[in-house]
Nanobody, 119 residues
Framework: QVQLVESGGGLVQPGGSLRLSCAAS????????VGWYRQAPGKERDLVAR???????NYADSVKGRFTISRDNAKNTVFLQMNSLKPEDTAVYYC?????????????WGQGTQVTVSS
């Protein structure tokens, strides 16, 4: 059974930094794409950043130049380095992985970690 466990969230002042981690119970090399989504109160869950098995990356326009996604296959962990944080980055951040057989792809989700940016 695939499990994704996020950590690293918390309260930070505007302009500060946090690094989120997502530890997988299986080899992340088995996933086609791993990424981070976030959901603010009353809003939809949106893509923040994702990285493919070939290490190609995509970012939401709102975080380009501030956030960096990376993966450590040896540790089965995906990271999200968040710099220059803004109050509008406040949300629950979820780890996501797309895996399974090509004819039956499956989305896996973590339980989420809260990030609050406030002075």
């Amino acid at each position: 059974q695939v499990q994704l466990v996020e950590s690293g969230g918390g309260l930070v002042q505007p302009g500060g930094s946090l690094r989120l981690s997502c530890a997988a119970s299986v080899s992340i090399s088995s996933f086609y794409i791993v990424g981070w989504y976030r959901q603010a109160p009353g809003k939809e869950r949106d893509l923040v950043a994702r990285i493919t098995s070939g290490r190609s990356t995509n970012y939401a326009d709102s975080v380009k130049g501030r956030f960096t996604i990376s993966r450590d296959n040896a540790k089965n962990t995906v990271f999200l380095q968040m710099n220059s944080l803004k109050p509008e980055d406040t949300a629950v951040y979820y780890c996501n992985a797309l895996g399974g057989r090509p004819e039956h792809l499956t989305d896996y989700w973590g339980q989420g970690t809260q990030v609050t940016v406030s002075s």
